[in-house]
């Protein structure tokens, strides 16, 4: 009986201790993105919400062609090119072609637009279209390269250096510095216009009939590979060669948000699957189940500051002026998590008189280091200032003033001097002078 009233006691423990000793949510889960390095990025805010060894350099294949589509747009939008302007192959812009390379098949000699060329540049990837538009952009193959190096570095690309327009032989570049070329880009609706094209008919050339490209991004068409399309997908660029392995810059949407990954090195699965898909799909799915939009300020806990110079109140209540949403892991504990932190930064007093809605301090708000988000303190409430409490604080700051001391110290020895001299000295004068005039008579 002794043993088992002993073992249910023990039994009723277990249980309990399980009730109460509940355990704290689970970190974010690390997806463990099978290639040498990937960066997610939310395009709203540019905050990262994963990396792996995203600012390590690495051969971007033909990557590199973002960078090219960059300068083209500028130039467009400079004035300095048009869409329609008709650009014609020259041998020199052809040579360097190997039978693996990736092209539109356009000949010397053969005439284009300058649209025609952006097509076969980002759907089919086309080598030779690169040194086409730059021998446009810049003359010699060389300037174009190093106006790229050039934009780049301006860019705050600090792991790139380029050496042709094609990313084939490779040189290297970052999933950052890719993520950066591809922001900046971006900020062109014609970009992801070409980049997100799944199919395009380039027009009968005078050395050629109408050719059909495709696009080599299996996430958003199955013409060329079955099984990897992602709802949602759009652009950007794939790349691929021996030393670059498989690469993909790519954009997904799912309801108002918008994420941008970049996946360099990976390789094929044992089932022979091409992973800078697979690996993309399941960055982007991480991405958007784990993370969600989070309302971070608490209205219920208000600041206040000490305020000076007023009869009626001496604090006033601040408030943030927005209640920012910001992309945070979906299990954040905001309270106890060390990696959020909310910073108040306000003075110890401020002067009457205060408006209602006069800032009066921030909220910074990081997360992993990272700045998210820098809201104003505003005041609640009018307050008005007292212009005897003024008039005080004028007199006693202008009694500190060190000339004023001093002036007042000589003052009042002065002061001194004549009250002892009005007392002391001026009496016995008299009275000897007195004595003085008494003797002579």
């Known amino acids: 009986m002794k043993i088992r009233r002993i073992l249910s006691v023990f039994l009723l423990t277990v249980l309990l201790v399980g009730l109460f000793c509940v355990p704290p949510a689970h970190a974010l889960e690390d997806p463990d993105i099978q290639a040498a390095a990937a960066l997610l990025v939310d395009a709203e805010t540019g905050h990262v919400l994963y990396e792996k060894n995203a600012k390590m350099q690495h051969a971007p294949a033909s990557l590199t062609k973002i960078m090219v589509a960059l300068l083209v747009l500028e130039a467009v939008d400079r004035g300095e090119l048009k869409m329609d302007e008709e650009i014609t192959a020259t041998t020199s812009s052809l040579a360097g072609l190997t039978p693996d390379s990736s092209t539109a098949d356009i000949r010397a000699g053969e005439t284009l637009t300058v649209e025609n060329l952006m097509y076969c540049l980002l759907v089919v990837s086309a080598n030779e279209v690169g040194a086409m538009l730059g021998e446009r952009v810049c003359g010699p193959a060389d300037k174009f390269v190093d106006r790229m190096n050039e934009r780049a570095a301006e860019l705050g690309c600090t792991q790139t250096h380029f050496i042709n327009t094609s990313g084939f032989p490779d040189h290297y570049s970052s999933a950052w510095d890719v993520y950066l070329m591809i ?140 209640n920012p949403q910001l992309l945070l892991p979906k299990d954040l504990d905001l309270e106890n998590d060390p990696d959020f932190v909310c910073t108040v930064e306000k003075p110890d ?93």
Request: charged share 20%; aromatic share 10%; glycine share 8%.
């Open 349 to 441: 007093s401020v002067d009457a008189p205060v408006e209602a809605g006069q800032e009066l301090g921030t909220v910074t708000i990081t997360y992993r280091g990272e700045e998210y988000a820098k809201v104003p303190l505003l005041a609640a409430a009018n307050v008005p200032v007292s212009r005897f409490l003024v008039a005080r604080r004028t007199v006693m700051n202008y009694l500190s003033l060190y000339y004023v001391k001093l002036g007042l110290i000589v003052l009042a020895v002065l002061i001194v001097l004549l009250i002892v001299w009005g007392r002391l000295i001026r009496p016995r004068a008299r009275r000897g002078g007195k004595r003085y005039r008494g003797r002579r008579r």
């Open 183 to 322: 922001r900046e880009a971006m900020k062109y609706p014609d970009f992801m216009r070409f980049c997100n094209t799944k199919s395009y008919t380039v027009p009968a050339t005078n050395v050629s009939g109408p050719r059909e490209l495709h696009t080599t991004n299996g996430l958003i068409s199955n013409w060329r590979y079955l099984g990897y399309l992602y709802d949602g997908a759009a652009g950007i660029k794939t790349g691929t060669t021996p030393e670059a392995g498989r690469c993909l810059a790519s954009t997904a949407t799912r309801g108002d948000r918008t994420l941008i990954s970049v996946v360099l090195g990976a390789g094929l699965s044992e089932d022979g699957r091409i992973m800078s898909f697979t690996e993309t799909a399941r960055l982007f799915d991480w991405g958007f189940d784990n993370w969600v939009y989070q309302t971070v300020l608490q209205q219920d806990q208000p600041q206040s500051v000490s305020v000076d110079l007023s009869k009626e109140t001496d604090t006033v209540f601040v408030y943030p002026e927005t």
